[in-house]
């Protein structure tokens, strides 16, 4: 892949940041960070840790809304406002990515933050459901835009040999900022109600938006193929064809399965805990435990995913969340929930950060953010549905068991496709284009 840029890469772009290159910000690819390029990793970090917390924070309030509010919010109509920011994130996944490609990733990141925060922080004043439900999906936009343009973004500012291990680090601000969300609602919701939970989001409009606009970079997508004379075609028409079609799909179907598991759980978690019979605070630490778990699949997946390769390493990952979701099932003594909960963590998270390191590695720089976003976009999907499906099982007298059934059976499908993804990079993509299913070369 070229990754020489044009003279025009050597001046400051016109939003007053450093125009880079891969090539420029993380030395040429020997193995070393510059200090502006660990800065502006650091300050992407942050915000998708601000991306968790306003995902998240959802599933903490979701009691509160459907006892508090006067809403007449059910179960049901609980879980389709819990799916609309979701679909937000659908949106905002598929369109973002391919804005970053576009027009640059600084302005797609920092707007996308600007966006989540606005209508996170307006949700507090939501007079109804209905405009609730409306803030929620237009936050969704910017939460599901962030991700795929910032890791983008952090693809190009590292070395090649640590792309994959700061690919699934990045993802650990997901379950921080979730974990952060249970740590503070057990305190400010009985404290301050559930509106002050949705405050906290202005603390990324006041002080990461502006480290990001300080810190941040704009990298140049002329700096592809394109820019050697070869015209390089770009957008999701070149994702759905040949070389990329058949592995484009799978990628996009794996992810579906995983984020259906994984924001199933992190939307009905405390809920499912206080119908089994836990207070709201007991509730919320079960919630903790899954996104402690998460983190640590975050730090865990990254090593082994070097290690063994991210592809063989998420097969495993999803088969642990799947089996520690029918241990749940089992009515097994807290101790034991606390565990499940926490490998569930690991291996939920944990799968979806080596799909995006996969997905970050497999393509051409120029086609990297459309590929997130498409990955992304259309795993969305399983998010959306999964809120609802929660709903619906336990409006149907199916029982809490019938949710971590559901959310095991959709890690399990991921471990399958995950194999089949490996089956298909070995048998099917030219070499020039594959990626490595085993071994810590991959890249």
């Not at 996170?120 to 936009?141: D, E, H, K, Q, S």
């Not at 399990?412 to 071994?439: D, M, N």
């Amino acid at each position: 892949m070229n990754h020489t840029l044009p003279a025009a890469a050597t001046q400051r772009s016109s939003r007053g940041a450093p125009a880079t290159s891969p090539a420029s910000s993380s030395d040429g690819g020997r193995g070393r960070f510059s200090k502006a390029s660990a800065l502006a990793v650091l300050v992407c970090w942050l915000l998708v840790v601000f991306d968790g917390y306003d995902l998240i924070v959802y599933g903490t309030v979701q009691s509160s809304l459907i006892s508090e509010t006067g809403w007449g919010l059910t179960k049901a109509t609980a879980g389709t406002i819990g799916s609309m920011a979701f679909v937000g994130m659908m949106i905002g996944a598929i369109f973002a990515g391919r804005m970053a490609d576009s027009w640059g990733r600084r302005r797609t990141i920092l707007g996308c933050a600007v966006v989540f925060s606005v209508f996170t922080v307006l949700c507090a004043f939501a007079p109804n459901a209905a405009v609730f439900g409306i803030l929620r999906l237009l936050a969704g936009i910017g939460l599901g835009g962030l991700v795929p343009s910032a890791n983008a973004l952090v693809a190009e500012l590292v070395p090649t040999k640590w792309r994959s291990t700061i690919a699934t680090l990045m993802m650990s601000g997901v379950p921080i900022g979730g974990s952060i969300a249970a740590l503070v609602g057990i305190q400010m919701i009985p404290a301050f109600g559930w509106q002050s939970m949705f405050l906290v989001a202005v603390l990324a409009l006041v002080i990461v938006v502006p480290l990001g606009l300080k810190y941040i970079p704009e990298t140049l997508t002329s700096d592809q193929p394109a820019a050697a004379g070869a015209k390089a075609s770009s957008g999701f028409s070149s994702l759905l064809r040949a070389p990329y079609l058949g592995i484009s799909m799978l990628f996009a179907v794996a992810t579906i399965a995983t984020l259906f598991a994984w924001y199933g759980l992190g939307t009905w978690l405390p809920n499912l805990m206080q119908l089994a019979g836990y207070n709201l605070g007991s509730a919320l630490t079960f919630a903790l435990a899954l996104n402690v778990g998460a983190v640590a699949g975050s730090v865990i997946t990254a090593w082994a995913g070097t290690r063994f390769g991210p592809i063989p390493t998420a097969i495993a990952a999803a088969a642990v969340a799947a089996g520690a979701l029918v241990v749940l099932v089992m009515g097994p003594s807290v101790a034991v929930v606390y565990l499940m909960l926490v490998l569930a963590g690991v291996g939920t998270h944990g799968t979806q950060c080596l799909i995006i390191a996969a997905v970050a590695n497999h393509y051409p720089a120029h086609l990297r953010g459309t590929a997130l976003g498409w990955a992304l976009g259309t795993g969305r999907i399983g998010a959306v549905a999964a809120p609802q499906v929660g709903g619906l099982l336990l409006a149907a007298g199916l029982g809490v068991n019938s949710n971590f059934l559901a959310f095991a059976g959709a890690a399990a499908i991921a471990a399958v496709l995950l194999a089949a993804v490996g089956l298909h990079l070995k048998s099917k993509l030219p070499t020039s284009t594959s990626i490595s299913t085993t071994g810590a070369s991959n890249v």
